[in-house]
């Protein structure tokens, strides 16, 4: 299977190389196993091709307990078409957990990752940030809640967050918003001198985060297509050579039984340790070039017995 690309350096090129190793893949698994169904893989295989002409992005909203997710994908589900034209669609939220390693597979199925914290980056969450940016994922740190910071503390946070992860992401992808302000006490006097005090709840401020994710999808949305349908291919591979290893292993193994029983019995037959020592690289050699075989690797008996 491929590596991963710089999404910045991905090409269709690059993405029509890593589609014709996967069908070479294919092919080699029904060669090698014309009983193994391949129809899923193949359908995987067609739908990748096919998605490379969407223009609707994936988003997946992310973070810890609490910080705001349920509350922001309602904001954003509620926007009208004029005020939010690009079209995304929606998965599941996912929650930061212990297992960062299904955490980061998960959001693998997405273009834009909106990752929400509520202050300066938790060690948790600055794991997960760098593995999701090891995988090229596209991600928009959101502050959320400032509200609950005086103005002067909350340009201070925002400030921070971006130092922090200076060369990890671009300064202009970390945006701050208030899904869910706090009621403020509103005083309002009378013209007798008297006041009467009220509770008012301001109005969300997430414009920050749809001017971004404006720009984000009017400037890169070909490119992020490209990146996921990529990734979508490496993974397709990984899973074929998954079921090919599986396969030959259960070839090779009754090799490595057999060749077992024949080493025991030579050394159980030859008294002289030397010999013994002789006898064994030869069978080793000899089961080596066979297994080469299963795994479709050319190798003389010569050099199988100078691996051995």
Known sequence: PGELVQIQSLTPAILQQA???TRTQLAQLLDEAPECPTATYETRLVE???SLSRQVLALQIAGTRAVGKTTLRQRLAQLAPAT???QWSFSDDEELGSETPQYTEALGQADVVLFMVQG???QQEWTALQDLKSQHQRILLVLNKQDQYLPDQAKLVLAQLKLRVKGV???EDVVAISTSPQPIKVRCHQADGSYQETLETPQPQIQPLLNRMQTVAAQEVNQLVLQRAYQQTLALQQDIQTQLNGIRRNRAMPILERYQW??????FANPLPSLD????AAITGKMIQELAEVYCIKLSLDRA???A
């Open 19 to 21: 589609t014709a190793q």
């Open 48 to 50: 990748i091709e096919q």
């Open 84 to 86: 939010f034209p690009q």
């Open 120 to 122: 300066d980056l938790t």
């Open 169 to 171: 992401m671009a300064s």
């Open 262 to 267: 024949i080493a025991a019995g030579v050394a």
């Open 277 to 280: 020592m002789v006898a064994t």
């Open 305 to 307: 017995t100078e691996i």
